[in-house]
């Protein structure tokens, strides 16, 4: 008799060859989507009030290493030079982790209680801190909440602006007690990856101070020694004519992403960052569309905190692109449109005070762990909501009264007042207000290196042709400096030719054509090496000028 075969036992299936490499391919795939996963758990270090333990250990010659470093607020920063650590957290044991010191006006020395950045896959390839290769160790000392970060960096991700995620940290030193930090996650490739298509264009660093206009270092790119990006960037925001300047700027630079990026500098009264600085911002080129990607940074002193900030919501821009695009009638348009959006959309005020209060209750016990402390504490973080508040109801009145154009009056002639100085990013000429025998002043004197400075006055204008007037002198100048003396002139004005060196009161003229409304900045400049301009304050006047008279019309 013969055997019966299960046909489940004896059937051969055939598989296309084609369809069996797509089912492998499919399969491989998944694996590598998992392995990936499970490499990366960095989502745990940022999320339900997470606080590390860290611990790290560093040799004799590597402490020595960073106490020989020094960092001096308003100076040059040193070259920074990596110490080898180990870093415990519980029984995970980290080894060659690369180890510097940072900040600039928040450094610290490593006695006391340093910022420190951690690299764990610079000497040991591969290494990964819970998937990151990368983060910093951030004192502080200028935010006592700890909250100031988190919160206003969540904000930019939730408006879709990348932004580094921010969690905690205990941290020990040698045995040390260092203290409680913010923990952030670092910009590098690995963050780009997280966020755009490509990682593959350069990420610029400006956060030491000053605008896409200097070299700034490169902390990540496939060409990191090719930088017409930047200048491709520069030279449209210095574009005449705001139409043609706005247009060009749209080319270079994600536009959608940046007018949300001002609006939260803005609205967090940031005034460290670019928008109104420029300061504490990354700048990456996303290859993908080849525009250029603003990112914010170093946003300990957000709402008010430790300075008196600009609080209108059309401040005068500070970085270049900012005051190139939003200085533009189009520009500030959807800029104020994007305004009402984020605040409609993102900045809910019942749950952001929530938010403070459930982080604040989380790290509380790591923060101030004492009962003093603990009261303490909790008064600084009512401080910060109540912060929170006033500026959501700030902007929304600023929103529903919106400024009106300068009122010229039946003459067409406003005189100026309310002047602020402010001097260049390299500093060198102090402002002060003074008198000249009768003359009420405003004072502007070198110190030394040629440098410039400049009391400065925000107007709104309508369309049309405008003349800035004032009496001014010059004392002290080297004879035969060049590029020297006191002017008029608006920001964005880079090529003006009235430079004046008089040393007795003239009157100084500066006219010029807008396509409004249209913010402008008003400029009373001194420049040199050595000497005193001054402005006589009484003086100063705007004047609308006549309309030029249409050509005739042919016969």
């Given at each position: 008799?013969?055997?019966?075969?299960?046909?489940?036992?004896?059937?051969?299936?055939?598989?296309?060859?084609?369809?069996?490499?797509?089912?492998?391919?499919?399969?491989?795939?998944?694996?590598?989507?998992?392995?990936?996963?499970?490499?990366?758990?960095?989502?745990?270090?940022?999320?339900?009030?997470?606080?590390?333990?860290?611990?790290?250990?560093?040799?004799?010659?590597?402490?020595?290493?960073?106490?020989?470093?020094?960092?001096?607020?308003?100076?040059?920063?040193?070259?920074?030079?990596?110490?080898?650590?180990?870093?415990?957290?519980?029984?995970?044991?980290?080894?060659?982790?690369?180890?510097?010191?940072?900040?600039?006006?928040?450094?610290?020395?490593?006695?006391?209680?340093?910022?420190?950045?951690?690299?764990?896959?610079?000497?040991?390839?591969?290494?990964?801190?819970?998937?990151?290769?990368?983060?910093?160790?951030?004192?502080?000392?200028?935010?006592?909440?700890?909250?100031?970060?988190?919160?206003?960096?969540?904000?930019?991700?939730?408006?879709?602006?990348?932004?580094?995620?921010?969690?905690?940290?205990?941290?020990?030193?040698?045995?040390?007690?260092?203290?409680?930090?913010?923990?952030?996650?670092?910009?590098?490739?690995?963050?780009?990856?997280?966020?755009?298509?490509?990682?593959?264009?350069?990420?610029?660093?400006?956060?030491?101070?000053?605008?896409?206009?200097?070299?700034?270092?490169?902390?990540?790119?496939?060409?990191?020694?090719?930088?017409?990006?930047?200048?491709?960037?520069?030279?449209?925001?210095?574009?005449?004519?705001?139409?043609?300047?706005?247009?060009?700027?749209?080319?270079?630079?994600?536009?959608?992403?940046?007018?949300?990026?001002?609006?939260?500098?803005?609205?967090?009264?940031?005034?460290?960052?670019?928008?109104?600085?420029?300061?504490?911002?990354?700048?990456?080129?996303?290859?993908?569309?080849?525009?250029?990607v603003f990112l914010p940074h170093g946003m300990d002193q957000i709402l008010g905190i430790r300075k008196s900030s600009q609080t209108s919501i059309t401040p005068s821009w500070g970085g270049l692109a900012a005051r190139a695009y939003l200085g533009t009638p189009e520009g500030r348009r959807r800029y104020l449109t994007r305004m009402e959006q984020v605040l409609t959309n993102h900045c809910n005020e019942a749950r952001l005070l929530a938010k403070v209060d459930r982080l604040a209750e989380a790290?509380?016990?790591?923060?101030?762990?004492?009962?003093?402390?603990?009261?303490?504490?909790?008064?600084?973080?009512?401080?910060?909501?109540?912060?929170?508040?006033?500026?959501?109801?700030?902007?929304?009145?600023?929103?529903?009264?919106?400024?009106?154009?300068?009122?010229?009056?039946?003459?067409?002639?406003?005189?100026?007042?309310?002047?602020?100085?402010?001097?260049?990013?390299?500093?060198?000429?102090?402002?002060?207000?003074?008198?000249?025998?009768?003359?009420?002043?405003?004072?502007?004197?070198?110190?030394?290196?040629?440098?410039?400075?400049?009391?400065?006055?925000?107007?709104?204008?309508?369309?049309?042709?405008?003349?800035?007037?004032?009496?001014?002198?010059?004392?002290?100048?080297?004879?035969?400096?060049?590029?020297?003396?006191?002017?008029?002139?608006?920001?964005?004005?880079?090529?003006?030719?009235?430079?004046?060196?008089?040393?007795?009161?003239?009157?100084?003229?500066?006219?010029?054509?807008?396509?409004?409304?249209?913010?402008?900045?008003?400029?009373?400049?001194?420049?040199?090496?050595?000497?005193?301009?001054?402005?006589?304050?009484?003086?100063?006047?705007?004047?609308?000028?006549?309309?030029?008279?249409?050509?005739?019309?042919?016969?």
């Amino acid at each position: 008799m013969n055997a019966v075969r299960s046909p489940l036992r004896t059937r051969r299936w055939k598989v296309p060859c084609n369809k069996l490499g797509l089912c492998l391919g499919f399969l491989v795939g998944i694996c590598s989507s998992i392995a990936a996963a499970q490499l990366d758990t960095s989502d745990e270090l940022f999320t339900n009030g997470s606080v590390r333990q860290l611990q790290i250990e560093l040799t004799p010659e590597g402490l020595e290493l960073l106490k020989n470093y020094h960092q001096v607020w308003g100076q040059k920063r040193p070259e920074r030079h990596d110490a080898k650590a180990i870093v415990r957290e519980g029984k995970n044991v980290y080894t060659n982790v690369a180890i510097h010191l940072k900040g600039s006006f928040t450094f610290q020395p490593i006695g006391n209680k340093p910022s420190l950045t951690l690299n764990f896959d610079k000497f040991a390839p591969g290494q990964r801190f819970h998937g990151l290769d990368k983060i910093h160790l951030n004192n502080s000392v200028q935010d006592a909440t700890y909250l100031c970060e988190k919160i206003a960096r969540d904000l930019f991700r939730d408006a879709g602006v990348p932004a580094s995620r921010i969690g905690h940290a205990q941290v020990e030193l040698n045995g040390r007690a260092l203290g409680f930090y913010v923990l952030v996650e670092g910009y590098n490739k690995r963050f780009l990856k997280r966020h755009f298509p490509s990682a593959e264009g350069n990420l610029y660093d400006g956060g030491s101070g000053g605008d896409i206009t200097r070299a700034l270092e490169v902390d990540s790119g496939e060409h990191p020694d090719d930088r017409s990006d930047l200048a491709r960037l520069v030279a449209a925001s210095r574009e005449k004519g705001a139409s043609a300047r706005a247009a060009s700027i749209e080319k270079q630079l994600d536009i959608d992403r940046f007018l949300t990026f001002a609006v939260l500098e803005v609205f967090l009264l940031h005034w460290d960052g670019y928008c109104m600085g420029p300061n504490n911002y990354r700048i990456f080129r996303d290859a993908t569309q080849d525009r250029m990607v603003f990112l914010p940074h170093g946003m300990d002193q957000i709402l008010g905190i430790r300075k008196s900030s600009q609080t209108s919501i059309t401040p005068s821009w500070g970085g270049l692109a900012a005051r190139a695009y939003l200085g533009t009638p189009e520009g500030r348009r959807r800029y104020l449109t994007r305004m009402e959006q984020v605040l409609t959309n993102h900045c809910n005020e019942a749950r952001l005070l929530a938010k403070v209060d459930r982080l604040a209750e989380a790290i509380q016990p790591y923060a101030a762990p004492g009962l003093v402390d603990r009261f303490r504490y909790r008064a600084i973080t009512e401080m910060l909501k109540s912060r929170i508040s006033h500026r959501i109801a700030e902007v929304r009145e600023q929103l529903s009264n919106q400024e009106k154009p300068l009122d010229l009056g039946p003459t067409g002639i406003a005189r100026l007042t309310g002047w602020t100085f402010r001097p260049s990013n390299q500093g060198g000429v102090s402002g002060q207000k003074g008198t000249d025998q009768d003359r009420q002043v405003l004072e502007l004197q070198a110190s030394g290196t040629w440098a410039s400075g400049a009391w400065r006055r925000k107007v709104l204008l309508e369309t049309g042709q405008y003349e800035l007037s004032g009496m001014a002198k010059v004392e002290g100048m080297t004879p035969g400096a060049t590029n020297s003396g006191a002017l008029l002139r608006i920001s964005g004005d880079r090529e003006t030719l009235s430079l004046s060196t008089n040393q007795t009161w003239q009157p100084l003229r500066y006219s010029f054509e807008l396509t409004g409304p249209i913010d402008v900045e008003l400029i009373c400049e001194f420049r040199g090496a050595s000497g005193v301009g001054r402005f006589d304050s009484s003086t100063l006047r705007l004047k609308r000028l006549p309309a030029a008279p249409l050509p005739a019309a042919k016969p």
